[in-house]
């Protein structure tokens, strides 16, 4: 079992910047690809970032290549999200998510919701105009 939870979230105006962490528990998840995403109000959950276990491999929404960075500690299980100029339309609660199912070890980081198989609760990104 691995738990997964998110901090960082919270209201900043466009252009600004905010750091998510997710840091996991119950067991590593280092070897694992890790990912982000988020849902907007009446909007599916979209992914935003994921990044292979040993951080070589990382991939990006097109909404914000660029703009954000995904990161992995894996001597403290943790993730990150660098989120820079940020704008309006990046406002949603952001969720972490470990992809340990069969075939993932050491894999790429999958851009498909169902192929993550732990999330954590979530956090609010609210940027004004």
């Known amino acids: 079992q691995v738990q997964l939870v998110e901090s960082g979230g919270g209201l900043v105006q466009a252009g600004g910047s905010l750091r998510l962490s997710c840091a996991a528990s119950?067991?590593?998840?280092?070897?694992?690809?890790m990912g982000w995403f988020r849902q907007a109000p009446g909007k599916e959950r979209e992914f935003v970032a994921g990044?292979?276990?040993?951080?070589?491999?990382?991939k990006y929404a097109d909404s914000v290549k660029d703009r954000f960075t995904i990161s992995r500690d894996n001597a403290k299980n943790t993730v990150h999200l660098q989120m820079n100029n940020l704008k309006p339309e990046d406002t949603a609660v952001y969720y972490c998510?470990?992809?340990?199912?069969?075939?993932?070890?050491?894999?790429?980081?999958?851009?498909?919701?169902?192929?993550?198989?732990?999330w954590g609760q979530g956090t609010q990104v609210t940027v004004s105009s």
């Open positions: 998510a470990a992809s340990t199912g069969p075939g993932a070890r050491w894999g790429a980081p999958p851009m498909g919701q169902a192929e993550y198989d732990y």
């Open positions: 119950g067991r590593t998840v280092s070897p694992y690809p």
């Open positions: 990044i292979r276990w040993g951080g070589g491999v990382t």
